[in-house]
């Protein structure tokens, strides 16, 4: 019975995680990542804010994993050494703001 409640509670969780893509990351965290590490080349080649290269109808996101993946590919390109809570950070405030995936 002990182990049912724990297999139970453990579906549970990994439930609610896929509602929440990156749960356990902030937004916070994640905007002043993008702002000192992201935006100024990102506004070089699409203008404004940079914020035109998340939205525009071509993009290559397509999904919460897919985002995950191109954040760190960018990390490993610019040498940044981020960790996996830095990338989740930066995926959540991405997500949150721009993109809208829900898994
Ligand atoms: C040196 C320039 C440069 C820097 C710095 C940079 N990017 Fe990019 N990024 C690009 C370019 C160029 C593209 C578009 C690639 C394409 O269109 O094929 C891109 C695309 C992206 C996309 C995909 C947008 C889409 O189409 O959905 C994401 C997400 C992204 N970058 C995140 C980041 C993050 C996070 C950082 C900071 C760690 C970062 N980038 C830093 C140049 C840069």
């Known amino acids: 019975m002990r182990n049912y409640l724990i297999l139970l509670a453990a579906i549970a969780f990994t439930s609610s995680a896929q509602a929440d893509p990156f749960a356990g990351g902030d937004p916070k ?3 002043r990542l993008v702002e000192k590490y992201c935006v100024a080349c990102h506004a070089r080649s699409h203008g404004g804010d940079g ?4 939205t525009r109808p071509d993009r290559r996101v397509k999904s919460a994993q897919g985002l995950l993946s191109q954040i760190r590919i960018c990390n490993t390109n610019l040498g940044l050494k981020w960790f996996e809570e830095e990338e989740l950070h930066v995926a959540r405030y991405l997500n949150d703001k ?3 995936f829900e898994q």
Do not use: F, T
């Open 29 to 31: 965290a994640g905007k």
């Open 51 to 54: 914020s035109a290269i998340y």
């Open 98 to 100: 721009y993109y809208h």
